[in-house]
C-alpha cells in the first residue's frame, strides 16, 4: 500500500508537468486535485519499549493523508517525514513532551495536530479501567484506560484464540463489538518505559441490545386525502378494533414508548391480526403503497397481508408480500406497492404481520398515494433577479440583517439561474445545472461552484401544499427552497440536515409570485421571492 501510495505522488507531480506543456487545444484539466479529500483526523499512535531504554515508535494516522511529517518535541531538529501506513522511532529521556504531526494531502493540503506524550521508566500507577456496553449498538463494549506515567495500554477482548492485542494511547478509548453476547475475560496491559507493566482483568458480560433505543424516523408531511393511516403518531388514524385477536397464534403484543411515540412490540411472532372494522371496511383502491417501520434483534423473515373478509376464498380475498432481506438492530422503513398485493382492495378489513417467531417492533403502519397535486403550485420557479429577493431580519417584512442587492445579483448570477420545480404529481427537484452559489459552511469559499450533496438536487423529494394554512412542506433530505442553509431547526451547519422543510407562502400575481419565509431557529427569519418561469 505505502508503494502505491508513492506511485501516486510521482503521478501526480508528471501530470502537472505535462499540464504546463500541453498545447492550446487539448485538455489540461488537473481540476481533479481539487476534489481530493482534504486531510483529517490526524493523531498517532505512540508505543514505547518495556527496556527502561525511552525507545518510542510513532504510527501517525489520520483520513485523506498519504504523508506526514512529525516534530518530536524535545528539541531535536530534524523533521521526519513519514509514508502513510509508515511509522518512525525516536530515543526520548524521561519527560512531557509535545509532538506536531501535519497531515499532507495528495493534493498538498495539510492539516496539524499537536499530541503530548509522556515518556517515564516508571512501571505505570493508579490505573483506572472503564468497560461499558455501548447504549445504541447490541454487543458493542467501549474500553477506556488511563494510569499515571503510562503511554499506552494493550487490549485484549477475550473472545477468539491466540489473539493479538489492539494497542492505544493511554487515556484514549477503543470499541469492540462480539459476534455473540456473553461473559469475555477483558485484559488491559498498562505500558511504560519501564520493563514491569501495570495490568488488570474482569469478566464482562456483554449484552444484546433487544429493543430500540430511538424512535423510528418520522413519515413526511401528508395531505388527509394522501393517507390512510392504521397506526402513527404523526397521522390521525383509522380505528381498530383488534390488535392481536386469538387466532392461535404465539405472538404477544406490548405497547411500549419511547419518549411520547408509541409503537408496536410483538414476541414470538409467527403472525399476528390487525382488525379495523368488519361492518365497515377500508377502502384502499386509491392509494398505491403501504408503509411500516420495523426494528428486530432476531428475526428471519418478515411479511405483510392485507385480507378482504366481504370475499370468501381465493387471491383476491387475501395476499401477503414478504420481505426479502432483514436487516437486525436498526429500524428500517419499508415501502411496498400495492400493486404487488392481489387482494382486492375495495374492502380491507384485516392486517397480518407474520414472522418466524422472534421479537419485531413495528410503527409508522399506513397506506398511502402520491401528493395529490396543489392548485397554483404547479410549475418552475426560482428566485426573482433583483435586489432584496432574499434577506434575513428578526421578523418577517424584516430583511435589515442581510439582504441581496443589485450587485450581488451580477455576482451570484449562478444562483439566480437555479429552478425550483414543483410537478403535478406532487414531486419537488432543485435542478442547479453545473453550478450554484456555495457558502463557507459547504467545504469551500463563498463562490460559485459545482453543487455540494446534499443539496446538489439529488434528493428524492416532493411537496405538500397546503392552501388554507398557506404554507409549503418540502419533503426530502437536501430539498429546499430559497437556501440550504436555512431549517426550520436552525442554519447549517449547526443542525442535522432535516427530512422536511416547512415554508410560509403568499401567492400573488395571478400565482405568479411566491413570497417565502421560514423561521430558522428563534427569531430568525430568511425570507425569499420566487418568480414563475
Given at each position: ?10 503521478i ?32 498517532a ?33 530534524t ?6 501506513g ?17 497531515g ?53 477482548f ?10 492505544v494511547?493511554?487515556?484514549?478509548s ?8 456473553g ?10 518505559g ?17 429493543a ?18 392504521i ?33 408496536l ?22 392509494m ?49 406497492p ?22 419485531v ?6 397506506f ?7 392548485s ?5 420557479w ?55 452559489w ?37 419533503n ?6 430559497g437556501?440550504?442553509?436555512a ?27 411566491m ?19
Amino acid at each position: 500500500m505505502k508503494k502505491i501510495k508513492i506511485l501516486y505522488s510521482l503521478i501526480l507531480t508528471v501530470l502537472l508537468a505535462i499540464s504546463c506543456s500541453i498545447p492550446d487545444g487539448i485538455d489540461s484539466d488537473t481540476s481533479f486535485v481539487n476534489s481530493i479529500k482534504d486531510p483529517s483526523a490526524v493523531s498517532a499512535l505512540a508505543l514505547i519499549t518495556q527496556d527502561n531504554s525511552g525507545k518510542v515508535t510513532l504510527i501517525p494516522r489520520g483520513e485523506g493523508v498519504t504523508s506526514f511529517e512529525i516534530e518530536y518535541g524535545d528539541g531535536t531538529t530534524t523533521v521526519a517525514k513519514v509514508a502513510a501506513g509508515g511509522s518512525v522511532t525516536h530515543i526520548y529521556r524521561e519527560g512531557a513532551y509535545k509532538v506536531k504531526i501535519t497531515g499532507i494531502s495528495l493534493s498538498g493540503k495539510k492539516v496539524v495536530a499537536e499530541q503530548n506524550i509522556t515518556v517515564s521508566f516508571r512501571s505505570p500507577e493508579n490505573l483506572v479501567v472503564t468497560i461499558e456496553n455501548d447504549r445504541a449498538v447490541s454487543k458493542k463494549v467501549n474500553v477506556r484506560a488511563t494510569a499515571d506515567f503510562a503511554l499506552f495500554y494493550d487490549v485484549y477482548f477475550g473472545d477468539v484464540p491466540n489473539e493479538v492485542p489492539v494497542q492505544v494511547n493511554n487515556g484514549e478509548s477503543i470499541s469492540h463489538t462480539y459476534a455473540s453476547a456473553g461473559t469475555y475475560t477483558i485484559k488491559i496491559v498498562s505500558k511504560s518505559g519501564a520493563i514491569r507493566t501495570t495490568n488488570y482483568q474482569e469478566n464482562f458480560v456483554v449484552t444484546a441490545i433487544l429493543a430500540p433505543t430511538t424512535s423510528a424516523p418520522a413519515p413526511p408531511s401528508r395531505q388527509a386525502v394522501d393517507v390512510v393511516s392504521i397506526f402513527s403518531d404523526s397521522y390521525t388514524n383509522i380505528g381498530v378494533s383488534e390488535w392481536n385477536p386469538g387466532w392461535g397464534q404465539s405472538t404477544i403484543l406490548a405497547n411500549p414508548t419511547i419518549g411520547s411515540n408509541a409503537m408496536l412490540k410483538y414476541s414470538l411472532l409467527n403472525y399476528t391480526g390487525i382488525v379495523t372494522d368488519y361492518g365497515n371496511a377500508t377502502n384502499l383502491s386509491s392509494m398505491q403503497y403501504v408503509h411500516f417501520d420495523y426494528w428486530t434483534p432476531n428475526a428471519t423473515s418478515l411479511g405483510f397481508k392485507i385480507v378482504n373478509t366481504s370475499i370468501s376464498s381465493g387471491p383476491t380475498k387475501e395476499s401477503q408480500v414478504d420481505l426479502s432481506t432483514i436487516t437486525l438492530n436498526n429500524w428500517v422503513s419499508v415501502d411496498i406497492p400495492l400493486s404487488d398485493f392481489t387482494t382486492n382492495r375495495s374492502a380491507i378489513t384485516q392486517m397480518l404481520f407474520a414472522s418466524s417467531g422472534g421479537t419485531v417492533f413495528i410503527d409508522n403502519l399506513y397506506f398511502y398515494k402520491n401528493p395529490t397535486p396543489a392548485s397554483g403550485i404547479e410549475g418552475t420557479w426560482k428566485i426573482a433577479p433583483e435586489a432584496g429577493a432574499l434577506g434575513v431580519g428578526p421578523a418577517p417584512g424584516d430583511k435589515s440583517w442581510w439582504a441581496i442587492d443589485a450587485a450581488g445579483v451580477t455576482a451570484r448570477a449562478c444562483y439566480f439561474d437555479d429552478t425550483f420545480v414543483f410537478g403535478s404529481n406532487g414531486s419537488f427537484s432543485n435542478v442547479l445545472g453545473n453550478s450554484t452559489w456555495l457558502e463557507g459552511w459547504q467545504g469551500t469559499s463563498d463562490a460559485c461552484g459545482t453543487p455540494v450533496a446534499p443539496h446538489n438536487g439529488s434528493a428524492s423529494a416532493t411537496y405538500v401544499y397546503n392552501s388554507t394554512a398557506h404554507t409549503i412542506t418540502i419533503n426530502g433530505a437536501g430539498a429546499y427552497l430559497g437556501l440550504p442553509k436555512a431549517t426550520n431547526a436552525g442554519e447549517l451547519p449547526n443542525v442535522s440536515v432535516p427530512n422536511s422543510r416547512v415554508y410560509s407562502v403568499t401567492l400573488s400575481n395571478g400565482n405568479n409570485t411566491m413570497e417565502l419565509i421560514i423561521e430558522a431557529g428563534s427569531g430568525v427569519f430568511w425570507q425569499f421571492k420566487l418568480v414563475r418561469v
